[in-house]
């Protein structure tokens, strides 16, 4: 039994369960803040596996897979995205999504996808990541603290036909370490 998380780039033959991963992850994570129907709205628009396949295949976008022992584990998505006139620093990247499955919390595998993440950031030759997290995600929102992320402003974000401002936060990405 491997304890250490493999993470590698997502292929276009990964999106079947990519999606079904990523639909159950939303689901998980908001499940005690949002409407079940607006989840399921969303799941459905965003978490297809057609969806999937454009997303790995665009070049402005990078999916990273946390595998551990033979299971999908966690994803994170890197865009390259205009960021909100909030985010000053140089050289910036969306860190556009980042998930573990709910029985993968606590094992380390958080703290692995965002170093491949900051990893896959100074590939790209970007100096700031950004990323817009619904307020009432406080999981979310410390676990982005801990690894430095500081709020920098808002952006509007639509979800279940209502517009929220997420906070957005940003942090330079660190060298090579």
């Excluded at 990273?64 to 620093?89: F, H, M, R, S």
């Excluded at 406080?138 to 690894?147: K, L």
């Excluded at 500081?150 to 060298?175: H, M, R, S």
């Amino acid at each position: 039994m491997n304890t250490s998380p493999q993470i590698r780039f997502a292929t276009p033959e990964d999106a079947a369960g990519l999606a079904a991963f990523g639909a159950q992850a939303f689901t998980d994570t908001y499940r005690d803040i949002s409407e079940a129907q607006e989840i399921a709205d969303y799941v459905a628009e965003h978490f297809q596996p057609e969806v999937m396949v454009a997303v790995i295949q665009d070049r402005d976008c990078a999916v990273l897979l946390a595998w551990l022992d033979d299971q999908l584990a966690g994803y994170a998505i890197v865009k390259n995205e205009a960021p909100p006139a909030c985010v000053t620093g140089p050289a910036p990247l969306k860190l556009w999504r980042i998930y573990l499955g709910e029985g993968f919390i606590g094992r380390g595998l958080g703290a692995a996808l965002m170093q491949a993440v900051h990893a896959e950031a100074r590939r790209r030759g970007a100096r700031t990541l950004w990323l817009g997290v619904y307020d009432r995600n406080v999981r979310a929102v410390a676990f982005y603290e801990r690894f430095g992320f500081a709020k920098v402003g808002g952006q509007e974000f639509l979800f279940g036909g209502q517009i929220y401002i997420d906070p957005v936060y940003a942090v330079p990405v660190p060298g090579e370490v």
